[in-house]
């Protein structure tokens, strides 16, 4: 079933699915008033990052794709907050401006979306996450529309998710053994909606994560960490984007010492490959050009 | 007196063992111990929290109705803390920040409605108070693996900071030093102890006490600076007895605050309910609260307010003064000229005070509630207060044709107000048409008109 789906042109690309998953739980948030979002707030981020996108695109030569905007849009919606309308406007143009601006190696270095949250919360008090402000409900639903991507693409990038997920249950639940706590505590800090949608929408944007499969791992694994600590040692309330900028900067380091080829989104699934490959050579499919267009 | 308390102390240090150390109820931050004969009833905890990047001013206010001898806390602090650090305060200042943040009725006239609907704003109100209750313990010397870092006596507390290299050693301190501590409060005190956490345990100084006068304890201080933003509430719901109720005020700079480990949900505001509940606005508040807990699965955080501390409207209470906000920690405000207070105005614009306050309540216990509360500032300046609205029926006897229709259309208003108030409290919806109608809002009972009346254009207009 879900091989039938995603060998559809279509389903291929998983933009497709995270735009009407994220839609769906923005809507379900919006109508149980789980989210305090204005209408004009939302409107003002898509707007923002697509004008952005259109520009970008305009200036480097491209068509613009409108699709990564709105992914990026619906994402800052869904966890990022202001009590105006300007700092969220600025939000979406810094999430898809800094895919412009902020590139190495032909691609750009921080996940959109991220970058505008550790943006707009280290350099402004204006914008602000809330974690803790999803109900169980929500947070089901996002585990479900997670789980729902991972099956349906789940030979593509989404190992990421399980391994961000893992790592850090793990660092949480052996937390809470060596001090001896309920094991309540770590279930409670899991049954976060904002932790959900960032492992499943967020880490793991094929774009912004490693090509190999040994390097995706140790950046997911290593972004669980940096969130644990910052979380639980330095006490940073929105660790978890920090953790996420952190290893998106260590990133080219990563691909240097495990290099496949890049991500194009629409790439047909295949098995992730577990080897560290200190030579750069193909993978099982046909190469790829390095240069990709900036979506 | 002096000699009687020694006396006291000493035989029950003699007999730790004979005193019938029953019950172990606790409250918020730490356990409240006393002695076992003691009935004890801590209505509801109230913190003040000031925070301003990591610096950190906790005022906490026992609402201890007990005796007073053998009175002791047992409070987790991020560091050690100085003489310095600690201060007592008067509860006046916590019950006018209690005020001020109150959820207020607000009572409206109707006017004659052959003239013009004008709303006018009469007044308002404040509760507030809650259940819980307490617990057991005596005293006595000794040390155990325990450190003392430091004693003090402020005000009247005998303050003791302690650190300890593990949970055992230091729950044995406690319990060789009188204090009733459940078992399962080791595992607890193990994993703050883990996690670099000191004590600090107050007990109440008879001597002290007696000489300020007063018949109840003062609002312990600590200012402290940490990068962890929270209350630790683990402690008290150990063993509790049933649920604990728990205000926070926060003054921030920045914004209101909410927690991050649970929802802060704001309660529902803004509603028109019947006039009787006037004189009934403390039960109301408290099946109200009680009510939305449970639509929450009993795990959310209350916002019950959330202003800047400028100005209200309506005003439950005038807002904090200049030397009021500083007792509490509010060190960027006043300073040198602080002394002549501030005439806060009613209802009146914003001056730069820059102080935003934030009322939270929470209802918790471990089961759920497991973790502290942890809390973080937010950008979010915008107000919310909690506001019920009674409108008051216009009772003269206009006849124009305005007031048949106005006349007309209360009962289905009256009806509105009932089931709103049966929504928000899950009080019986007949108790609340039979207090109405004995009251000023009567209302026949609607009774569903034959299909037929409606049938030929008869209404009930002339109703």
């Known amino acids: 079933m879900a091989f039938s789906l995603s060998s559809h042109p279509w389903f291929r690309d998983p ?28 409107t003002v981020i898509v707007l923002a990052a697509c004008a952005t996108q259109i520009i970008g695109s305009f200036l480097i030569a491209t068509r613009p794709d409108l699709r990564s905007a709105l992914v990026t849009s619906l994402s800052l919606a869904l966890l990022l907050r202001a009590d105006a309308v300007w700092p969220l406007a600025l939000a979406g143009a810094l999430a898809v401006g800094s ?19 550790v943006a707009m919360t280290l350099a402004t008090g204006a914008a602000w996450t809330t974690p803790g402000q999803w109900g169980t409900a929500v947070w089901f639903a996002a585990l479900l529309a997670g789980a729902g991507m991972f099956v349906t693409y789940r030979a593509a990038r989404f190992d990421v998710p399980l391994i961000f997920l893992g790592v850090f249950a793990a660092l949480l639940i052996g937390r809470a053994l060596w001090l001896g706590d309920p094991l309540s505590i770590p279930l409670l800090r899991l049954q976060n909606g904002a932790l959900i949608l960032f492992a499943f929408f967020m880490i793991s944007d094929p774009k912004t994560t490693p090509d190999g499969a040994l390097a995706r791992a140790i950046f997911a694994g290593g972004a669980a960490l940096a969130a ?64 990709a267009p900036a979506e | 007196m002096k000699r009687s308390l020694k006396k006291a102390l000493i035989g029950v240090a003699a007999g730790v063992s004979a005193i019938a150390l029953t019950g172990g109820a606790v409250a918020f931050c730490g356990f409240y111990v006393a002695k076992a004969d003691t009935k004890l009833f801590n209505k509801a905890s109230k913190v003040a929290i000031m925070r301003d ?6 005022t906490m206010a026992n609402d201890y109705q007990g005796e007073l001898k053998e009175f002791a806390m047992v409070i987790p602090v991020p560091v050690v803390l100085e003489e ?36 006018r704003e009469l007044q308002s109100a404040a509760p507030v108070a809650e259940d819980e209750v307490i617990v057991t313990a005596a005293r006595k010397r000794d040390s155990l693996g325990v450190t003392v870092e430091a004693e003090y006596t402020v005000g009247e507390y005998d303050i003791q900071i302690l650190s300890a290299e593990e949970s055992g050693g230091l729950a044995t301190w406690l319990k060789q030093n009188g204090y009733r501590l459940p078992d399962s409060a080791e595992s607890t005190l193990g994993s703050y102890i883990k996690q670099g956490t000191k004590f600090f345990v107050a007990k109440v100084n008879l001597e002290t006490q007696s000489e300020t006068g007063l018949k109840y304890l003062r609002p312990l201080q600590i200012a402290f600076e940490s990068p962890k933003f929270m209350l630790p509430i683990r402690l008290g719901t150990v063993n509790a007895d049933g649920k604990q109720e728990l205000f926070v005020f926060a003054l921030t700079r920045s914004g209101r605050i909410e927690t991050t480990n649970y929802r802060t949900v704001k309660l529902p505001t803004g509603m028109d309910i019947p006039v009787y509940v006037k004189n009934e606005f403390g039960s109301f508040y408290k099946d109200m609260f009680h009510e939305q807990v449970k639509k ?10 959330a202003w800047d501390m400028n100005w209200c409207d309506p005003c439950a209470a005038d807002p904090l003064t200049q030397a009021e906000l500083r007792e509490l920690g509010v060190y960027w405000v006043g300073g040198d000229s602080a002394s002549q207070p501030q005439r806060p105005q009613r209802t009146i614009q914003p001056q730069a005070q820059d102080v935003f306050v934030t009322r939270l309540h929470v209802s918790y216990d471990a089961e759920h509630f497991p973790e502290d509360l942890m809390f973080k500032e937010t950008g979010d300046r915008s107000n919310y207060q909690g506001r019920y609205v009674l409108r008051h029926p216009y009772q003269g006897d206009s006849q124009c044709e305005a007031a048949k229709t106005y006349r007309a259309g209360l009962p289905k208003r009256f009806e509105q107000e009932a089931q709103t108030l049966a929504n928000l409290t899950g009080w019986e919806i007949d108790d609340i048409r039979a207090k109405m109608n004995a009251g000023e809002q009567f209302f026949e009972t609607p009774q569903k008109d034959p299909w037929w009346k409606r049938l030929w254009g008869g209404d009930e207009k002339e109703g």
């Open chain 1, 15 to 42: 933009r497709h699915y995270q735009i009407a998953t994220l839609s769906a739980l923005l809507g379900y948030g919006w109508i149980t008033g789980a989210f305090e979002i204005e209408a004009a707030q939302f």
């Open chain 1, 99 to 117: 895919k412009f601006a902020l590139r190495l190696n032909g691609t750009h270095i921080f996940n959109p979306a991220n970058f505008a949250i």
């Open chain 1, 228 to 291: 644990y600590v910052m979380t639980f040692h330095f006490f940073m309330a929105d660790g978890l984007f920090y953790a996420l900028a952190l290893l998106c900067i260590l990133r080219p380091l990563l691909e240097w010492a495990n290099p496949a080829p890049r991500y194009q989104w629409g790439d047909a699934v295949k098995p992730p490959q577990w080897k560290f490959r200190m030579r750069r050579s193909q993978s099982s499919s046909e190469p790829r050009p390095r240069i």
């Open chain 2, 53 to 58: 990047g990591e610096r950190t001013v906790i």
């Open chain 2, 84 to 119: 310095g650090q600690i201060h007592v305060t008067e509860n006046a200042i916590l019950d006018h920040l209690d005020a001020y943040t109150a959820p207020r009725l607000v009572e409206y006239f109707d006017e004659d409605p052959c003239q013009r609907f004008e709303y």
């Open chain 2, 296 to 305: 929450e699965n009993e795990r959310a955080v209350f916002l019950e307010y």
